[in-house]
Each structure stands twice: as C-alpha cells, then as structure tokens.
C-alpha cells in the first residue's frame, strides 16, 4: 500500500491507497479486487476487503463505501451501511471514530483529506466529471460544516491516470476552459492532431487549493501505465479485455 507524509504525520489518522497485489482475486482481477461493482466472484472481492483493512489494523465491518456515480454529491457518514443500501454519492466525510471510509478507482482521483485537529476525514472519489462540476469543493464544504478548518485539512491524492496516458479529444478542453483560461495549463497536445493529453491529477490539486486546503500532495503513480500494481478503465479497454478490477484508497481515525 501507498500513503502520502502529510497524512501520515496527522496524530489519530490511518489511510491507505492500496496497490492490486497481495489479493485472492484471478485473471483480470489480480489480485486485491476491491470492487464488487466487477465481474469478481463476490466471495474474493469480500476477502480483499478484509485483507486490505487488516493493514489499516481494522475488521472489514468498519469499511464504507458508496455506490460512485461521477456526481458531486456527498453522504455524512455515522455508521456503516449495508451495501445494497449504499448511497449514489462521490464523496464521503465523517467524526466517526473506527469507521474507514473508502473510495474505489481505476483512473479516477482517490482523494483522502482529514483534519486530526477538529477531527474530521472526507474521501473523495474524483473522476474529470465529478471534479469538474465540483465534488472536491463539495467534501471540503462538507467536512467544514462537521467542524474542520481548511487551513488545517491536509489532502493526499492518490494513484490515478497520468497525463501521459490520458488522451482526450478536442472538445474535451472547453468546458474546462469556460471555467477559467487557467486550465489551459492541464492540456497538451497529443501526437494525433486536434487532440490533447489531460493532467486529471494536478486539475483535482489546483481545485483542493481552490477550496482553501493548504496542504496537497499528489502520487506520481500513472495507473494505466503500471498495470503489474494498479488497475485501469482505459487500459482495460486498450487491450479490448472485458472487464477491470478495483483499487481501494481509505481513510480512519483511529478508534
């Protein structure tokens, strides 16, 4: 697993953004599937679950995760949930003791934010669509309204697609652009003409400073480029394979 100094140096913090190895999980799904969104044999993605919360020195029950659909929504978190009863949000903050929130990527920008001072913790799950209309505003506005202070919220994101394996097209830049001329700076040009390459990460970092978190590090890690250590949508899809597994990122204060 992987985890930023930032949050590492938080007092009552644990976090994780876990690579795909040391799983139960076979073919496409090698081996730590965490998403039981897949096509994995729910059994597996169950035992992945709770081999990744050991290393966080927790029990599966303690996890929580939504059903993500590329919105801007988020669900204050009190205690888990059964998973058919998990709600269509991106983001989720808590002061909830024990309780891990997690977010599943396979490109996406997974987002961990705590701040150990109020006692608060949000993830984020951070796809161009969620974060273009906002989602890493919303988990920010979130955890304030739960008592944190944004100059005290410190971010981590994580693995996700880089900019040299995220190819766009050219009407992908202009809604990013009315936003602001300033996200010219997220966009490249591509080696086919009239496209470009996307920086989704530094694009979610630029809209954490927006939001008045001070403290942002970014994984350098391209998940579509590493296949033996992260899952990917677009590689899936490169190599024509029918499916893709889950990687977890998650987040607690110590219980």
């Known amino acids: 697993m992987l985890t930023t100094g930032p949050l590492n140096d938080l007092p009552g913090v644990r976090h994780a953004f876990f690579e795909r190895t040391g799983g139960v999980s076979e073919g496409l799904y090698t081996s730590l599937n ?137 009407e992908f830049p202009q809604p990013f652009l009315a936003q602001t001329e300033a996200n010219h700076d997220f966009f490249c040009p591509a080696p086919r003409d009239g496209h470009f390459m996307f920086d989704l990460k530094g694009y979610v970092a630029r809209r954490l400073v927006g939001a008045g978190v001070k403290n942002v590090q970014v994984l350098p890690c391209d998940t579509c480029a590493e296949d033996t250590r992260f899952f990917s949508y677009r590689r899936s899809c490169l190599r024509g394979e029918p499916d893709y597994g889950r990687g977890l990122s998650a987040i607690c204060l110590e219980p």
């Not at 729910?42 to 020195?57: C, F, I, K, S």
């Not at 396979?106 to 001072?117: E, I, Y």
Request: with cysteine.
């Open 34 to 170: 965490c998403g039981f969104g897949s096509g994995d044999e729910t059994d597996r993605v169950a035992e992945n679950r709770v081999r990744a919360l050991a290393q966080l020195e927790l029990d599966d029950g303690s996890l929580v995760t939504a059903y993500q659909v590329h919105s801007n929504r988020v669900a204050v978190v009190e205690s888990p949930w059964p998973r058919e009863a998990a709600p269509k949000v991106d983001a989720l903050v808590t002061r909830t003791a024990g309780l891990a929130l997690g977010i599943l990527t396979a490109d996406c920008v997974p987002v961990l934010l705590a701040d150990a001072k109020a006692g608060v913790i949000g993830a984020a799950h951070a796809g161009w669509r969620g974060a273009l209309d906002g989602v890493l505003d919303a988990v920010v506005t979130a955890m304030i309204d739960l008592g944190a202070a944004p100059e005290n919220i410190v971010a981590g994101v994580g693995p996700a697609i880089g900019q040299r394996s995220y190819e766009v097209g050219p």
